[in-house]
């Protein structure tokens, strides 16, 4: 498996595919600290040396079958197109991250996914059944959360919680009264 995309949201892709038991998760992000905290988070190799370096690694990882699953949590045009290049035939995509509204498009090679007989999907929002899994997992304690939270401030330092939100090297913060 390959989660593209290691924050909060592809964190817990790849804390949920150990959960699962997913034999080998790999997880790629331009931003070395987030891909260097998702090994925490269960994650067998974190890459973050760009496209090629991307693309050599999987190709080793899987003795060139390319993954069965990727996962796109990451709102990267980029990311959604080389998902279709890296899975392996028969794979399966999901496309987690939405693309920005201004500008929605990926453009691909339609013969990769015709001849590798990929499946696509996409997931936004959640139903009912869906929040009940996820309360289930949260109290069963399967997973530890508590690595989620990588930053801690009081109320009035939220000013400096936000910058830190934004410097890309936490993945949540919490702000305490």
């Known amino acids: 498996m390959l989660v593209m995309g290691a924050g909060p949201i592809g964190a817990m892709h790849v804390a949920l595919a150990r959960m699962k038991g997913a034999g080998r998760v790999l997880v790629s992000d331009p931003n070395p600290v987030r891909a260097a905290r998702a090994l925490t988070m269960g994650a067998d190799r974190a890459i973050s040396d760009g496209n090629e370096k991307l693309e050599a690694t999987v190709h080793e990882a899987t003795n060139g079958e ?7 949590a990451a709102p990267s045009h980029e990311a959604q197109m080389q998902a279709i290049e890296l899975a392996g035939i028969g ?28 499946l696509v999907t996409a997931t936004t929002a959640c139903s009912t059944l869906d929040c009940w899994r996820a309360a289930e997992i949260i109290n069963s304690a399967r997973i530890d959360f508590r690595p989620f939270v990588t930053a801690r401030y009081p109320l009035g330092r939220a000013l400096e919680a936000f910058e830190e939100v934004q410097s890309g090297r936490t993945l949540k913060v919490v702000l305490e009264p």
């Open 91 to 118: 794979g399966r995509i999901n496309f987690f991250g939405g693309l920005p509204k201004d500008r929605p498009a990926i453009e691909f090679n339609s013969n990769t996914l015709h001849y590798k007989e990929l």
């Open 66 to 72: 390319g993954p069965e699953v990727v996962i796109v």
